[in-house]
């Protein structure tokens, strides 16, 4: 049981560290409208003289020119459904003690007991990622970098939680083919 706790704590651990990232961005951004990252690195192109009458430039379509995003509801529809067959697997599997993960070529892997909670625990991290879309959609805010920053994390903690459930069940030996 300790070594479950041990992995729960490391999990814990690198999320803060991922979160305090996000928030010191958060709390010191560049001045609006300066580079970041890879395109603060890439050269300018060469100004291009234009003879003869300057385009003017598209109508935009809000303030500041912010477009919000739209997802089309066949995307949105397979993410909630799919997060909700996730989140009732995953209940049923709990509820049984015996989770199971399908794989690709060969018979898959039965967790039981701590192992199959955090594999639970993973496959909440991945219904909140796939509702994040759908929420996206309907919120008109300029703020698509915080639901990149939330995708992230939840693809970072659900693979920590997933490692983490083969690590403890096999040292447990709650994992069974």
Known sequence: MGVL???IFVAIAVLAVLMSI????RENPSQPGAKRGL???LPSPPEVLLEGPVPEPAPQTAPGGYRPNH???KTRVLNVLASLFLLGYGAVGLYMN?????AKGGKGVHFHGSSAWLIFFAMLCACANLISVVVDHYDHRDNEIRYSVFARYTQYAGWVFFVSAFCVGYYLKQIGT
């Open 5 to 7: 706790f041990l992995f």
């Open 22 to 25: 996000a928030s010191a961005e």
């Open 39 to 41: 395109e603060a690195s």
């Open 71 to 73: 997802i089309p509801a």
């Open 98 to 102: 015996d989770l199971f993960v399908p």
